[in-house]
């Protein structure tokens, strides 16, 4: 049973550039979070998808945008990337609409780590 | 900003000692889960703990849960060179967002 798989794992882009991060979640699970962790901080969460929808949002701008597909796998879009974008981009999935007791428990997968230069 | 946070920042000890890391947190929660870090790589589903529990033990952890003190600790017993990681205090609402603290970075020597 495969868990929660990212893609790319690493990936070095251009200020200004946009960038595709990419999550298949663990098999049997519906839905998805994203989180940024800068270096030596605790993950942010970023959103949260669900039945192709974002369902919650945290502290994050615009240029930070998403998407869920049919299979449940996921895309982080960043847009204008700035210096600041550097980090670990973790996707975690867990099963069960958000509100749902099942639903707290979270698998994540190894994480992109971002390098803007 | 960071829900959670934890201390020490670091702790240092060798193998068979014990390991203690407390967590405390600002708001009301659904429950408070624990994860394990390894040189940056992808999060490790610890244990989670209930609103409306005070202890949980799995294998050499032990969780406790002290909702009107907003705190949470979690004690690893003999510990090993493999528990070398950083360990991050979680707490989620019921919707399943999770706010983190920024870690405890435990180094466990032979």
């Known amino acids: 049973d495969a868990g929660v798989t990212q893609s790319p794992t690493h990936l070095i882009k251009t200020r200004g550039q946009q960038v595709t991060l990419r999550c298949s979640p663990k098999s049997g699970h519906d839905t998805v979070s994203w989180y940024q962790q800068a270096l030596g901080q605790g993950p942010q969460f970023i959103f949260q998808?669900?039945?192709?929808?974002?369902?919650q949002r945290g502290n994050f701008p615009d240029r930070f945008s998403g998407h869920q597909f049919p299979n449940y796998s996921s895309e982080l879009n960043v847009n204008a990337l700035l210096l600041g974008d550097s980090a670990l981009y973790l996707c975690?999935?867990?099963?069960?609409?958000?509100?749902?007791?099942?639903?707290?428990?979270?698998?994540f997968g190894q994480g992109t780590r971002l390098t803007v230069v | 900003s960071q829900q959670g946070e934890e201390d020490p920042q670091a702790l240092s000890i060798q193998e068979g000692e014990n390991a203690t890391m407390n967590c405390s947190y600002k708001t009301s929660i659904n429950n408070l889960q624990w994860y394990r870090q390894n040189s940056g790589r992808g999060l490790v589903h610890l244990i989670l703990?209930?609103?409306?529990?005070r202890e949980k033990h799995s294998g050499r952890l032990r969780v406790t849960l002290d909702t009107s003190k907003k705190s949470s600790s979690l004690l690893i017993t003999a510990s090993r060179a493999a528990d070398t990681a950083s360990y991050f205090c979680a707490t989620a609402d019921s919707w399943g967002k999770l706010q983190f603290g920024a870690g405890t970075q435990v180094v466990v020597t032979p």
């Open positions: 975690a999935s867990s099963f069960g609409a958000p509100g749902k007791a099942g639903h707290w428990l979270a698998f």
């Open positions: 703990i209930r609103s409306n529990e």
């Open positions: 998808y669900y039945e192709e929808e974002e369902r």
